[in-house]
C-alpha cells in the first residue's frame, strides 16, 4: 500500500463525530481500494508520484495572510486558509444558512447526513478520502423561493508544508437562485482535496464557478458534483492553470425532467504542469438538455487530460446532449490526451461529441504581424479569440472582467518563452 494512502487511513479511523457513519461507510470502501497505477484507467495519464514523494505530516500552522476579495463583485466572502475557515459573515441575507461543517446544529443534521457522499459518485477515490478525513468545510442552505442577489464566493488558500481536507455541501431549495464560486489559490509545495456537492430541488436555478488556480508545486484534487431535480438549471464554470498535479472530477446527473445543464471549461498551462478534468453526465429522466464546452492551450512541457463521458439512460427519451472539446498547442513538446464518451440508450435523442487539437495558424499570425502588431500582442489577441467565446457567455460581468485580466497575465507568461524562438522564424 502507498504510504500516504495508509497514513491517510489510519488518521481517518481516529476520526469520530456526528458524521461517523457515512465517514465509516467510505473508509470500508477505500480498505478495498488499490492504490491507482498508469494500469487504472481513469488514472492513465496522470501520475500520483508527486504526492507519493511528499510528507505533509509536519505542516506548519496556518499563517495571517491576507485573502483580497475580488475587486468589485460584492460577494459573501467565506475564506478557508490551509483548510481552516477564518469567518462566516454575521449579516447573512434572509433565507441563506452557512454553517461549519463540524458545528451542524441538529434540526439540519438529517439532510445534510442525506446529501453528505450522496452527490458525490462512489467511485472517486479521492472523494472517498475526502468522505473519511474533512473535518472542516461548509454547509450551505438556500431556502425556497430565495432569490440571492450576491453571490456567495469560497476561497480556499494553501501554504508551503500543509495539507488540508474540505467539503461543502449546498442545497438549493425548489425556485430558488443562487450563484457559488469556489476559488482555489496557492503555488507552494502543499496537498488539498477540495470536494463540493450540490442538490438543486424542482426550479432551482444555480451559476457555478470553480476557479482552480491553484499553480506551480501546488497538489490538488478535488470535484463539484451536482443533482438536478425536475427543470431545474446548472450554469457551470470551470478555469484551471494546472500544477505539479491537478485534477478534478465534475458529475452531473439529471434526475428530474426539464433539466438544462450548461458546462464551459477553460485551463492554460505551461511549464511541465498537469491538469486532468474528468467529466461524466448521467440523464436519467427525460427532455433533459446538456451543453458542455471546453477549450484548452497548452505550452512548453505541460500536459492536459480530458475525458468527457455523456450517458443517456434507457428512459431519457428527448434528451439533448453536446460535447465539444478543442485544444491549443503552442509547443512541439506540449502534451493533450483526449477521450469524449458518448453511451446511449434511448432511442429519441439529439447528441453529438468531438474532440479537435490544433497549432496557432500561422497565416492568422502572420496577417496580424503584417499589420504592424507585435509578436506577443499577436499571440495574446490569437489566444483570447480561442477562448473569449466562452468568457463572454459568463453571465456575471464583473466576474468575466477579472477573468480576463487573469488570463491575459497568463497568456503573457505562456507565451514570453517562445518569442525569441519564433521571432527568429518570422
Given at each position: 500500500m502507498n504510504s500516504w494512502f495508509g497514513n491517510a487511513l489510519t488518521r481517518a479511523e481516529a476520526i469520530d463525530d456526528w458524521l461517523h457513519e457515512k465517514r465509516a461507510?467510505?473508509?470500508?470502501?477505500?480498505?478495498?481500494?488499490?492504490?491507482?497505477?498508469?494500469?487504472?484507467?481513469?488514472?492513465?495519464?496522470?501520475?500520483?508520484?508527486?504526492?507519493?514523494?511528499?510528507?505533509?505530516?509536519?505542516g506548519s500552522p496556518a499563517p495571517v495572510i491576507d485573502v483580497s476579495p475580488i475587486s468589485g463583485l460584492n460577494s459573501i466572502n467565506l475564506v478557508f486558509i490551509d483548510?481552516?475557515?477564518?469567518?462566516?459573515?454575521?449579516?447573512?441575507?434572509?433565507?441563506?444558512?452557512?454553517?461549519?461543517?463540524?458545528?451542524?446544529?441538529?434540526?439540519?443534521?438529517?439532510?445534510?447526513?442525506?446529501?453528505?457522499?450522496?452527490?458525490k459518485p462512489q467511485q472517486h477515490l479521492f472523494g472517498l478520502i475526502n468522505d473519511t478525513l474533512a473535518t472542516n468545510g461548509l454547509v450551505i442552505d438556500v431556502a425556497p423561493q430565495v432569490d440571492l442577489k450576491h453571490p456567495i464566493h469560497i476561497t480556499q488558500t494553501m501554504t508551503a508544508g500543509n495539507e488540508a481536507h474540505c467539503r461543502t455541501l449546498v442545497r438549493v431549495g425548489a425556485g430558488a437562485r443562487v450563484t457559488v464560486i469556489e476559488h482555489l489559490a496557492g503555488n507552494q509545495e502543499s496537498f488539498n482535496t477540495s470536494f463540493t456537492e450540490y442538490s438543486l430541488a424542482t426550479k432551482a436555478e444555480l451559476e457555478h464557478y470553480r476557479l482552480a488556480l491553484q499553480s506551480d508545486a501546488a497538489l490538488t484534487i478535488g470535484g463539484s458534483h451536482f443533482n438536478l431535480d425536475t427543470q431545474a438549471t446548472l450554469n457551470s464554470t470551470i478555469v484551471g492553470y494546472g500544477s505539479d498535479l491537478a485534477r478534478i472530477d465534475v458529475d452531473i446527473s439529471h434526475q428530474g425532467e426539464g433539466t438544462l445543464a450548461k458546462l464551459d471549461a477553460i485551463y492554460?498551462?505551461?511549464?511541465?504542469?498537469?491538469?486532468?478534468?474528468?467529466?461524466?453526465?448521467?440523464?436519467?429522466?427525460?427532455?433533459?438538455?446538456?451543453?458542455?464546452?471546453?477549450?484548452?492551450?497548452?505550452?512548453?512541457?505541460?500536459?492536459?487530460?480530458?475525458?468527457?463521458?455523456?450517458?443517456?439512460?434507457?428512459?431519457?427519451?428527448?434528451?439533448?446532449?453536446?460535447?465539444?472539446?478543442?485544444?491549443?498547442?503552442?509547443?512541439?513538446?506540449?502534451?493533450?490526451?483526449?477521450?469524449?464518451?458518448?453511451?446511449?440508450?434511448?432511442?429519441?435523442?439529439?447528441?453529438?461529441?468531438?474532440?479537435?487539437?490544433?497549432?496557432?495558424?500561422?497565416?492568422?499570425?502572420?496577417?496580424?504581424?503584417?499589420?504592424?502588431?507585435?509578436?506577443?500582442?499577436?499571440?495574446?489577441?490569437?489566444?483570447?479569440?480561442?477562448?473569449?467565446?466562452?468568457?463572454?457567455?459568463?453571465?456575471?460581468?464583473?466576474?468575466?472582467?477579472?477573468?480576463?485580466?487573469?488570463?491575459?497575465?497568463?497568456?503573457?507568461?505562456?507565451?514570453?518563452?517562445?518569442?525569441?524562438?519564433?521571432?527568429?522564424?518570422?
Open positions: 461507510a467510505s473508509l470500508a470502501l477505500l480498505r478495498d481500494t488499490d492504490w491507482p497505477t498508469r494500469q487504472t484507467e481513469a488514472w492513465k495519464y496522470t501520475s500520483l508520484k508527486k504526492l507519493e514523494q511528499l510528507d505533509f505530516s509536519d483548510g481552516v475557515l477564518q469567518s462566516i459573515p454575521a449579516d447573512l441575507p434572509e433565507g441563506l444558512t452557512i454553517m461549519p461543517l463540524a458545528q451542524v446544529p441538529d434540526e439540519h443534521q438529517p439532510w445534510v447526513l442525506d446529501q453528505f457522499a450522496g452527490v492554460l498551462l505551461d511549464k511541465q504542469t498537469h491538469f486532468d478534468l474528468h467529466s461524466n453526465i448521467e440523464h436519467t429522466a427525460p427532455n433533459g438538455t446538456s451543453d458542455e464546452r471546453v477549450r484548452g492551450i497548452v505550452a512548453d512541457k505541460a500536459r492536459a487530460v480530458f475525458n468527457g463521458r455523456i450517458h443517456i439512460h434507457r428512459y431519457a427519451q428527448k434528451t439533448s446532449a453536446e460535447l465539444n472539446n478543442r485544444n491549443l498547442l503552442l509547443s512541439r513538446d506540449a502534451e493533450v490526451d483526449v477521450k469524449p464518451e458518448l453511451e446511449i440508450y434511448a432511442d429519441d435523442v439529439s447528441c453529438a461529441h468531438g474532440a479537435t487539437i490544433a497549432e496557432i495558424d500561422q497565416l492568422a499570425l502572420y496577417y496580424l504581424r503584417s499589420r504592424g502588431i507585435g509578436l506577443e500582442q499577436a499571440h495574446l489577441m490569437l489566444n483570447f479569440g480561442f477562448i473569449n467565446e466562452l468568457i463572454d457567455q459568463i453571465p456575471n460581468a464583473v466576474l468575466a472582467d477579472w477573468l480576463r485580466q487573469q488570463l491575459s497575465g497568463r497568456f503573457t507568461r505562456m507565451n514570453e518563452i517562445k518569442h525569441s524562438g519564433q521571432e527568429a522564424t518570422q
